[in-house]
């Protein structure tokens, strides 16, 4: 099978890795140095004490993976969801009939607009849940080993079997879903945990949860989601290694002196040695962040349905300010006064 892994990160690297130790032609469209070190040495997967090494045709552009009239089986959609959009215009101009297209990437609203154009026939919803690490350009690796991968189809009566079975012999763990709401609200709720908080205040979760004021935020964070997802009759799911369910149960249900444990091992489970995607976003330095995939959907969503969500919403303005400059992140540096105070206009109007 030919397939094209467009945005050759962490995970889009890991998966067309495996696809190509199965004999599949695999392509990768990363950036040029990427692609240099890529071409001189292979891509290298570490999982369970064991190294790979395999050898993907490598392009620096889709301009490049399409010179030629290629077609491709698959594409895969691995690229930050920021960058979907502009990712979306070279995809409709070089390539506007597409087989297949499965989406990688965490948040809410990734598809709709791909399946607006394609059609929802062609339009795979995927969630990774495997904690990966690039430890090099061309060495990633894989932290935890019982993860996997979720995919769900877009449109009612899609049958996604046999792309399910296509990870599922790579050595993935592949599980099929029915309702692609609920997965990428599931993964959602699993990725902010810890996430905008750890950001804005550049510290580790764990950290943060020491101060009783940064967990419950938290708390009130994930139970305006969780309302919201009620409101949309939206079920929450358990993702592969994942147990979503078990958190919500506990937002719901728990004392906070009980549930802080299990957040915190949600946390260190699930991102392993790494910092939180959001604060990543911001040492960047590209201006861009997935939190309005997160906690700006969430807020957006609540709006639509008549639930208030006013930790969320700050939390997404107050990280996008940052992001933009227009606060200054050393203000905030470990210091969860200074965060009360500018969320004080959100919870307090």
Not at 123 to 148: F, M, N, W
Not at 244 to 259: C, H, Q, V, W
Request: glycine letters at 8%.
């Amino acid at each position: 099978m030919k397939i094209l892994v467009y945005g050759a990160g962490a995970v889009g690297g890991y998966l067309g890795a495996r696809l190509s130790h199965q004999k599949h032609q695999v392509s990768l469209v990363t950036r040029e140095v990427t692609a240099e070190i890529v071409k001189a040495n292979g891509l290298s997967i570490s999982e369970a004490g064991r190294r790979d090494t395999t050898y993907p045709t490598v392009f620096t552009s889709v301009v490049e993976a399409f010179n030629e009239g290629q077609q491709y089986d698959l594409i895969i959609l691995s690229m930050k969801s920021y960058d979907l959009t502009s990712s979306f215009d070279a995809l409709v101009a070089f390539c506007p009939d597409p087989n297949m297209l499965i989406t990688t990437q965490n948040g809410i609203g990734i598809e709709q607009p791909l399946a607006e154009h394609f059609g929802a026939q062609r339009v795979i919803a995927g969630s990774v849940t495997i904690p990966l690490r690039k430890q090099t350009s061309d060495h990633i690796v894989v932290e935890k080993d019982d993860r996997g991968l979720a995919l769900a189809p877009t449109q009612t009566g899609q049958n996604i079997r046999q792309w399910a079975a296509l990870f599922q012999k790579a050595g993935i763990i592949t599980v099929i879903e029915s309702d692609y709401h609920a997965m990428k609200w599931s993964k959602a709720l699993l990725n902010m945990v810890g996430n905008a908080t750890s950001a804005i205040l550049n510290r580790k979760p764990g950290l943060l949860y020491k101060s009783d004021y940064i967990f419950n935020l938290e708390v009130q964070m994930l139970r305006e989601t969780l309302r919201v997802m009620k409101a949309k009759k939206l079920k929450v799911i358990d993702l592969p290694g994942s147990p979503a369910k078990r958190l919500a149960f506990g937002i719901r249900r728990m004392p906070k002196p009980l549930l802080k444990p299990i957040l915190t091992s949600i946390v260190a489970s699930g991102r392993g040695n790494k910092m939180p995607s959001f604060q990543l976003d911001l040492t960047s330095g590209k201006g861009k962040s997935e939190v309005i995939f997160h906690n700006g959907a969430i807020a957006q969503a609540g709006q639509e349905v008549g639930v208030p969500t006013p930790v969320n919403t700050a939390l997404n303005d107050i990280l996008m300010k940052l992001t933009r400059e227009e606060l200054d992140w050393r203000d905030f540096d470990g210091r969860p006064k200074r965060l009360a105070l500018e969320m004080k206009p959100y919870l307090n109007p």
